[in-house]
C-alpha cells in the first residue's frame, strides 16, 4: 500500500535524498516543504500518511511547527517523525513528551532510510 510522507526540511540536499529513497525504493508519494510554515500548509491540504520535519529550520523550527499540526483537527492525527543531527539526553525527554512517533538521526544511512521511516511510523509490510 503505498504511503504518503511529506519532508519538511530547510536543507535542498537532505530532502532530495530522503525523497528519493523513498520515491524509489518504497514507492510511495513524497511530498517536500523547506520550512515550517510551509510543510502546515501541506499537511492541513494534503491527506498525509506520515510527516518528517527537522528540528532546525530558520524561520519556524520543527518543534514550533509539530506544536501547530497538534493544535490543529485537520492534522492532529498525522503521525510526525523529527529528523535531527543532535539530541541531547534532555532533549530526549523533551522529544518523547511531544508526541511524535520518533526520531531519525541525521546523517543517515540511505541505504535503510526506508526501513528506518517504516519503523518510526509502524508501517512494517
Do not use: H, Y
Not at 16 to 44: F, P, R
Not at 59 to 75: F, R, S
Amino acid at each position: 500500500m503505498s504511503k504518503r510522507v511529506l519532508v519538511v526540511d530547510d536543507e535542498a540536499d537532505i530532502r532530495a535524498v530522503i525523497q528519493g529513497c523513498l520515491e524509489e525504493i518504497a514507492g510511495w508519494e513524497v511530498m517536500i516543504a523547506d520550512s515550517g510554515e510551509q510543510g502546515l500548509q501541506i499537511a492541513a491540504q494534503e491527506q498525509l500518511d506520515g510527516i518528517l520535519m527537522d528540528v532546525s529550520m530558520p524561520g519556524m523550527g520543527g518543534l514550533e511547527a509539530l506544536q501547530k499540526l497538534q493544535q490543529n483537527p485537520q492534522t492532529r492525527t498525522i503521525p510526525v517523525a523529527l529528523l535531527t543531527a543532535k539530541v541531547l539526553p534532555e532533549e530526549q525527554k523533551l522529544f518523547a513528551s511531544l508526541g511524535i512517533v520518533g526520531l531519525i538521526m541525521k546523517p543517515f544511512d540511505p541505504m535503510i532510510l526506508v526501513d528506518l521511516v517504516a519503523s518510526v511510523f509502524g508501517w512494517e509490510s
